[in-house]
């Protein structure tokens, strides 16, 4: 089928990893990580970020060389975190051959600049609109790494490129559909960490279905106003990659961001949340681009100001709902 190979190894990276090679191509992991390079290499296993695997594709290699990672490479598929993405991709920089499409895993908006993630892999590797694709949808890794059935959605602005992408990840039980709209793509996937987030907090805070229903719609009304003002089609908020994304990253203690947000809401410190989850989730960091997102598009962004409160100022779960939602009667 094709020479892909996939940046960054964790459980993400490593789970696409698989759909691919069981797609049947030669896929081969970078990883800066010499114990998860060794244990892909030799045992085909990444214990360290996929341990649910008992065995990877014996088509799936590993290295953490840069140069041999994407010399023959028909795709590169880039899966690393994406407030690092800009400094990891200029290392590849003239490394990558000028026809390979590049693939987008990451689901974030850049902290320091407010950008997408198409904007900072273009601009990283001076890459053309047409040469770059985002996938995203309702794509919980270890659930995926166990080949449960699911979907995802593949956006590029040359939708002949998203349909040759569609196809190099299609197996049995994963489907890709395609469009062109990259930026509510883009949005989709990154402004929901946000709502998830929100929702981890009210089941942290001990409260059920009713008020995580409430976040996750208005949510979505806010996350589509927003994507809207920025370019997007409304319509894509309304997929897979909008409604079905939510609703995974929403409903799963799989989510980092969902179980984050759980921790803040059982009144732990962002401080406390990071240790116990091993690192920040992306929410974090995406819900302030929202609000200035919101501010750039003269669109009002209650969720994501009130979700910024708790991660600044530490107010709480019922402070931060009293600011969602005014008390003022409004039109749905």
Known sequence: ?????????????????????????????????????????????????????????????????????????????????????????????????????????????????????????????????????????????????????????????????????AKLCTTDYFKAFITSDVIGLELCGSLKNVVALAVGMSHGAGYGENTAAMIETRGLTELTAVGTAAGALPETFHGLAGVGDLVATCGSPLSRNYTFGFNLGKGMSVAEATKVSDGVAEGVATASAVVELGEKYHVDTPLAKAVTRVLNDGISFDQMVSEMFPKDITVE
């Open 1 to 165: 089928m094709a020479n892909i190979t996939v940046l960054g190894a964790g459980a993400w990276g490593t789970a696409f990893g698989q759909v691919l090679a069981d797609a049947g191509n030669d896929v081969m992991m970078w990883a800066i990580e010499p114990e998860i390079v060794k244990a892909i290499q030799t045992e085909h296993r990444n214990p360290v970020r996929l341990p649910s695997v008992e065995k990877l594709p014996d088509n799936m290699k590993a290295t953490g060389d840069r140069a041999e990672a994407v010399t023959h490479a028909d795709v590169v598929v880039v899966a690393i975190a994406a407030q690092h993405a800009r400094e990891a991709l200029e290392k590849f920089k003239g490394l990558i051959p000028d026809s390979a499409l590049i693939v987008s895993l990451m689901k974030g908006i850049e902290q320091s600049t407010g950008k997408r993630m198409d904007q900072v892999v273009s601009e990283a590797l001076d890459l053309p609109t047409e040469r770059f694709a985002a996938v995203s949808g309702p794509n919980l890794s270890k659930q995926i790494a166990a080949r449960q059935p699911a979907a995802t959605v593949i956006a590029c602005t040359d939708i002949d490129n998203a349909r040759m992408m």
